[in-house]
């Protein structure tokens, strides 16, 4: 309102000195009580429905509040029991790998243990060929003899020693408790030698597995005739690739057998000729021969002991003073003497000083190998 309103209104309002104004001044003032009441009662309408509202609002909050609590846990869950199926997958996967290695193991097994059934068919098919007749007995399996054979050991001897294998172990054992032997040489010489027993290490178990060599082939079924000819005209035949041969490394007779075993410089030439197996070649004539693979032998298990020789005695500090043959013969004749405790000498080897000489014991016999 402008100031010209306000003093126009005042103009026209009674003057509060009479009764008339007095009463236009309180009907007036009810007036705006009235209206401040009315105003009053909105602003509190106002309120109630702002406190409403803000109680809706708040209802709505803890509902959303407790509905994302509840997602969440939901989607933990989820998450949880997503990692433990992942977890099953894994551990399945895991399995699954190893199933599939064991399976590549028990392959690999298994293609070796054809491969070395095939090898086992061609030993087999590798033996020349030759007419048996038996006439033993049968048996079980369990009585069948196993495989022996005699080693060769080769023992090495110090300077100054000798060995003495005598007939009889009787001797031996008198030799050796006496152990201190006292050997005249001739005038006022002598020299003292001491007995000790002789130890070697023999194998007790040897087993052999067989295989096929990729290099060589053996060939049978030969005519008997010059060997030096016969060798010559197998290594020209099977070294022309047209006759399936290739570049022969060696050539070798095994005379025992009269069989021939040819190797080959490269791999695969073998196992063609043997595939074919009989073969025509020019010797003396057009002669039908055969050609079979040839068996490499690899020791599996090997066991050895310690065995006392029973007849052998090793004589030690044998001193350098004489010829050896004249020194040998006078040991020699020493332990012979029954008067000396000796007896008869199967045989005797001696080593000088300073040289080096070994022993080969092949079965009960023993021979003089020069080092």
């Known amino acids: 309102m402008s100031s010209d309103e306000s003093l126009s209104l005042d103009v026209s309002l009674p003057t509060p000195d009479t009764l008339e104004g007095v009463k236009a001044l309180i009907t007036n003032y009810k007036k705006k009580h009235e209206q401040l009441l009315q105003e009053q009662k909105e602003l509190a309408a106002c309120r109630d429905d702002r406190q409403e509202l803000t109680r809706e609002f708040k209802r709505r909050t803890e509902k959303l509040s407790q509905t994302l609590e509840e997602d969440k846990r939901a989607y933990k869950q989820k998450i949880e029991h997503e990692k433990a199926q992942l977890d099953l997958i894994l551990q399945d996967e895991a399995k699954l790998m190893e199933e599939i290695e064991a399976v590549k193991a028990a392959l690999m097994e298994e293609e070796a243990q054809n491969k070395h059934l095939k090898q086992q068919t061609d030993v087999f098919g590798a033996v020349p060929e030759r007419d048996v007749f038996f006439n033993g007995l049968t048996g079980k399996p369990s009585d069948t003899p196993t495989f022996e054979m005699e080693p060769q050991i080769y023992y090495p001897m110090d300077g100054g020693t000798a060995l003495v294998t005598f007939e009889e172990d009787v001797v ?10 006292r050997v005249e040489l001739g005038g006022e010489c002598s020299i003292t030698v001491e007995a000790r027993p002789v130890q070697l290490m023999v194998p007790s178990l040897v087993e052999i597995d067989s295989e096929v060599c990729p290099h060589r082939i053996l060939i049978s079924n030969l005519p008997r005739m010059d060997e030096e000819t016969l060798l010559n005209k197998l290594e020209i035949h099977f070294s022309k690739s047209r006759n399936g041969g290739g570049e022969v490394d060696s050539c070798e007779m095994m005379a025992d057998s009269w069989t021939v075993v040819l190797a080959f410089v490269e791999k695969g030439v073998a196992k063609g000729l043997t595939d074919t197996e009989y073969h025509e070649v020019k010797l003396q004539q057009m002669h039908r021969v ?16 310690m065995s006392l020789c029973p007849r052998t005695v090793l004589l030690t500090g044998i001193p350098d003073i004489m010829e050896r043959e004249t020194l040998q013969d006078l040991l020699e004749i020493h332990f012979q003497k029954s ?10 080897l001696y080593n000088p000083l300073g040289q080096h000489t070994s022993a080969l014991f092949d079965g009960i016999s023993r021979k003089e190998e020069e080092q």
């Not at 031996?172 to 032997?181: G, N, P, R």
């Open 172 to 181: 031996a054992k008198k030799i050796l408790d006496t152990k201190q032997h």
């Open 290 to 305: 055969r050609v079979t693979p040839f068996l490499n032998g690899n020791i599996t298990n090997l066991k050895t002991k």
């Open 339 to 348: 008067i000396n405790g000796g007896g008869e000498i199967e045989a005797f």
